[in-house]
């Protein structure tokens, strides 16, 4: 069972890119996806969720209105399309899977590193 995130790279400020993370090993329909990032000397915080069977979304505040979260079944890949990037968002991004109505994220992607460069 794991999850492998990738998309991430280089970024102008005000560009977009797109993370993907793909599930497998095991049916993730009663699963909620989250998205979560750690910038340089600062905690891991929650970008945004899905849940698996019907798409119902979360976003953080500071996301929301530029990122965009959605989910490919026949993919098994949960998808985080950011926009309007600030340098802030410069961080690594991080996927993980909860069962539907916990709340501690049980299993974790490695990270891919998103830069974005003024």
């Known amino acids: 069972v794991q999850l492998q995130a990738s998309g991430g790279g280089l970024v102008q400020v005000g560009g977009s890119m797109r993370l993907s993370c793909a599930a497998s090993g095991r049916t993730f329909s009663s699963y909620v996806m989250g998205w979560f990032r750690q910038a340089p000397g600062k905690e891991r915080e929650f970008v945004a969720s899905i849940t698996w069977s019907a798409g119902s979304t979360i976003y953080a505040n500071s996301v929301k209105g530029r990122f965009t979260i959605s989910k490919d079944s026949a993919k098994n890949t949960v998808y985080l399309q950011t926009g309007s990037l600030r340098p802030e968002d410069t961080a690594v991004y991080y996927c993980?899977?909860?069962?539907?109505?916990?709340?501690?994220?049980?299993?974790w992607g490695q990270g891919t590193l998103v830069t974005v460069s003024s």
């Open positions: 993980a899977s909860t069962p539907l109505g916990s709340t501690k994220y049980e299993l």
